[in-house]
């Protein structure tokens, strides 16, 4: 069964912090991804991953770093949360990465920093 | 610079009415072009897209889109709707030098009406 699951689905923390979220795909899909929802702003990339260890940013990584130790895990940390990185997280995952390729997302992490 | 706008943020119809989902793009090369759908409380996941060749693609669920070089657009259409179509539509450009990045509008939220 092709699947990104997003661990956890809900979460609130205060400001100051740390924050992980997890993600993981059954698929061994190359390159992953991590997005937030915002509204009025739609999905914004916050940082890519083409495999193991080889991460680049993506249009937002201030505030952010990510992990990625095994193919079919890919990590996001907030070390001491905002409140204004209360937002709703995708992880997404694609084969290789290339252009026209399908993005496959998990069902999200719904994060409030109080 | 790249972007996705989508000008209706709401839309609502009559169950069984046609529908046509407006997007238009601004990119410099060729676009590869997709639609997305976020059921609540739920992830996206890929309706269409397009990189090239017949400019009308079929997706699922009956769903097809046209794209127009000329007026920078990629309209999403679906003859008839279904009560269960009420969901949030999202229209995505992928760009970067490998094209593995997506840029999304903000989102149509699409309200059936039974």
């Known amino acids: 069964d092709m699947k990104v699951t997003q661990m956890p689905r809900y979460l609130i923390k205060r400001m100051g912090e740390n924050v992980l979220l997890e993600c993981g795909q059954d698929?061994?899909?190359?390159?992953m991804y991590w997005y937030r929802q915002d509204p009025g702003l739609g999905l914004q990339l916050i940082y890519i991953?083409?495999?193991?260890?080889?991460?680049s940013e993506g249009d937002i990584p201030k505030g952010y770093r990510v992990s990625r130790k095994k193919r079919e895990h890919f990590s996001l940390i907030l070390d001491s949360a905002k409140t204004n990185q209360t937002s709703v997280y995708f992880c997404?995952?694609?084969?290789?990465?290339?252009?026209?390729?399908?993005?496959?997302f998990g069902s999200g992490t719904r994060l409030t920093v109080l | 610079a790249q972007s996705v706008t989508q000008p209706d943020a709401r839309v609502t119809v009559s169950e069984g009415a046609s529908l046509q989902l407006r997007c238009k793009y601004s990119y410099s090369a060729t676009p590869y072009l997709f639609w997305y759908v976020q059921y609540p409380r739920q992830g996206l996941q890929l309706l269409l897209k397009?990189?090239?060749?017949?400019?009308v693609v079929q997706g699922v669920n009956s769903f097809e889109a046209e794209f127009s070089k000329s007026n920078s657009s990629f309209h999403l259409q679906k003859a008839s709707v279904h009560w269960s179509d009420s969901a949030v539509y999202f229209c995505a450009l992928s760009y970067g030098s490998s094209g593995n990045k997506l840029i999304f509008g903000i989102g149509t939220l699409l309200s059936v009406k039974p």
């Open positions: 997404a995952s694609s084969l290789l990465g290339g252009g026209a390729e399908t993005l496959y």
């Open positions: 397009y990189y090239s060749g017949d400019p």
């Open positions: 698929m061994s899909h190359e390159t």
């Open positions: 991953s083409y495999d193991v260890d080889s991460n």
